[in-house]
């Protein structure tokens, strides 16, 4: 074998991934579009259904956005009447982000979309799952470096 073989796209595990990922990024737009959210606002209200409000340091962990990204985006929420950012009184340093009515309203329009999207990727459940515990091994074994 040459010795720059592993050098060859195609024998790459960073860029399936990297692929994969942006086509399916692309594959929830159609229908997070008529939420007016975009992918990266629909996985911090996912968070935030799931929690109702929480500081946004600890969304950025969540998420794996950085705060230069996050602050935006937040605010891009807030703008939208989704949520509200709060200085908590004890801790003025730190930003809550809380749910609104009307983000918590916006749950069950989005409740089918993980279907909607699953009937667009070609794999089946059990494929699935084991791709869930996949990636998110490779996700712990990101952080236990960090």
């Known amino acids: 074998m040459d010795k720059y073989e592993i050098l060859k796209l ?4 960073c860029f399936p991934l990297y692929a994969a990922a942006k086509e399916v990024v692309r594959t929830y737009q159609p229908f997070l579009e008529k939420l007016d959210l975009t992918y990266t606002q629909y996985i911090a209200m996912l968070v935030l259904w799931e929690k109702e ?16 990204t996050l602050t935006p985006l937040v605010k891009k929420l807030e703008i939208k009447g989704y949520v509200e950012r709060i200085r908590p009184k004890e801790d003025e340093r730190n930003l809550l982000i809380k749910l609104t009515d009307k983000g918590r309203n916006l749950k069950d329009q989005a409740l089918n979309i993980p279907f909607q999207v699953g009937n667009c990727i070609n794999i089946t459940q059990d494929e699935a799952i084991f791709l869930h515990q996949i990636l998110n091994k490779i996700l712990i074994s990101t952080q236990e470096k960090d």
Do not use: R
Request: negative net charge; hydrophobic residues 40%; aromatic residues 4%.
């Open 10 to 13: 195609e024998n790459q595990i």
């Open 53 to 68: 409000q929480i500081l946004i340091k600890e969304l950025g962990k969540l998420l794996y956005l950085d705060s230069g």
